[in-house]
Every structure is written in C-alpha cells, then in structure tokens.
C-alpha cells in the first residue's frame, strides 16, 4: 500500500483539509480520499497534521482540532485505510507525530516548536488501539529561537524511535513498553 497525503490550510483559507491519494496495487491505480478524521468532530474542526502505515494494512491519522486547547484524536483503520474510526488521542499539549507498531501499538509525540524557554516533550503510548493511553517519555527541554526540537516519531519492527530535545534520542525495543534515553549527535 503506498498513500501519498496532502495537508490543506490549517489557517482555514479555501480547502484545509487533508487529502489521500492510495494505491493498494503497488501503483498502478490511484484513488483520492477525504481526511480521514472528517470534518468536524461535535462541533469542532479537526485536521490530519500527521499519518502512518502500520502492519497488516494498518493506517493512523493524527486528528487535532483546528483551534488549539481540544483533545486530539486518532482515525485509525485496520483496512488499508477504506474504513477509519475515531479514537480519543492522548491529553497532549501539542501533539504532532504519530507511530504505529503492531496490529494496536500507537504512540503519539510532541510537535515540532520554535520559540524560548521550557517545553516538556512527551510520549503517549497506547496498546490497545487507542483506548487508554499512558505516559512514556517526559523531556524537559529549552526551546531556543528559531532551532526545531522534538517532533521525529517512527516505529520500525516493534521498535519506537522519538527525538525530544535536539540532542536527546528516546528509544523503545518493547513496542513501546520500556523507554530509555540514548546518547543523541552532539
């Protein structure tokens, strides 16, 4: 399965919601698919700022509310992305990355940010798809002008990857279960 995804202008001018294009035939034919986190959720806006393929036809999409200070949500789809359903995501300040490993495995990590002073980093981890999810990195970091930190979340193989602070490199080989923070490039 390969999506190529498109995300809309989160400002709100013309159309801002994510577009998929899918191929489940290695290519050779392409469909287009609305944002799989809908278009609003109660009575809130939501875009897809984020979005992985898992195993077994696995697809998350990270749903957050157009209007910073509502929960985020997870679409997830157990179909090679036909079929999506709405999953509360982590209570996270500023969510922005999403990782899937195994066939429920979902971790959910700290957007990138500019800007001065303190950020904690965080990880959510959840087992089951969604439902209940649990605090698994905490990094507090400075946030210097204009440098980037935190927001790079993979998972390959069981292992979940994410680097919080520009030199800290956080790794589970326990989808998800046990963290430890590893020396990053200096």
């Known amino acids: 399965m390969v999506i190529a995804w498109f995300e809309g202008n989160p400002?709100?001018?013309?159309?801002?919601?994510t577009t998929l294009?899918?191929?489940r035939d290695g290519g050779r034919t392409w469909h287009q698919q609305l944002d799989p986190c809908g278009n609003t959720i109660g009575k809130h806006e939501y875009d897809a700022t984020d979005l992985t393929i898992g195993p077994g036809g696995t697809v998350a999409a990270l749903c957050?509310?157009?209007?910073?200070?509502?929960?985020?949500?997870?679409?997830?789809s157990h179909d090679a992305a036909r079929h999506f359903h709405l999953q509360d995501g982590p209570p996270a300040a500023f969510p922005g990355e999403i990782a899937v490993f195994g066939a429920r495995g979902l971790a959910v990590g700290t957007s990138q940010t500019s800007g001065r002073g303190?950020?904690?980093?965080?990880?959510?981890?959840?087992?089951?798809?969604?439902?209940?999810?649990?605090?698994?990195?905490?990094d507090e970091a400075p946030v210097?002008?204009?440098?980037?930190?935190?927001g790079l979340l993979a998972a390959v193989k069981g292992r979940v990857s994410y680097?919080?602070?520009?030199?800290?490199?956080?790794?589970?080989?326990?989808?998800?279960?046990?963290?430890?923070?590893?020396?990053?490039p200096r």
């Open 64 to 76: 957050v509310a157009r209007f910073r200070g509502r929960r985020s949500h997870v679409a997830m």
């Open 118 to 138: 303190e950020l904690t980093y965080d990880v959510a981890v959840s087992h089951d798809g969604g439902r209940r999810w649990h605090a698994a990195v905490a």
């Open 21 to 23: 294009v899918i191929s």
């Open 11 to 17: 400002a709100g001018g013309g159309i801002a919601h």
């Open 144 to 150: 210097y002008g204009n440098e980037r930190g935190g």
């Open 163 to 184: 680097v919080g602070e520009p030199f800290h490199l956080w790794r589970s080989g326990h989808n998800g279960r046990h963290w430890r923070r590893v020396p990053g």
